[in-house]
């Protein structure tokens, strides 16, 4: 499954998909998703998770600046605040959309 279009709306991301179904995920739901080991954290060899500790947003942690692809299988939004670290492949932006 494959975005065909990807659009910032208002406070959401409209994503197209191949099939022919559209998903809207909030901003703010897409950014507290992220993926990246800074924000998720990341695991030892041994299973033992490392993070970060949780912090507040600002205001400009829920703003777009940009979308890139990466390759053929994700994309990397970038946020207002300098955050563009996460890597969302399409599936898990796919799982993202469908939970309410």
């Known amino acids: 499954m494959r975005p065909l279009d ?6 959401e991301l409209a994503v197209k998909w191949d099939d022919g179904t ?3 995920i909030t901003l703010e739901k897409l950014r507290r998703a992220c993926p990246c080991a800074g924000c998720k954290g990341e695991m ?3 299973g033992n998770l490392y ?3 949780e912090k ?12 890139a692809r ?3 299988y994700a994309i990397q939004p970038s946020w207002a605040d ?19």
Do not use: C, W
């Open 22 to 24: 559209e998903d809207f």
């Open 44 to 46: 030892d060899i041994l």
């Open 70 to 72: 990466v390759g053929g």
């Open 82 to 100: 300098g955050h563009d670290t996460g890597i969302f492949a399409f599936d898990y932006l796919r799982r993202l959309a469908a939970t309410k």
């Open 51 to 53: 993070k970060n500790p």
């Open 6 to 11: 990807l659009q910032p709306i208002g406070n």
């Open 56 to 67: 507040p947003y600002a205001a400009s942690a829920f703003t777009l600046v940009k979308i």
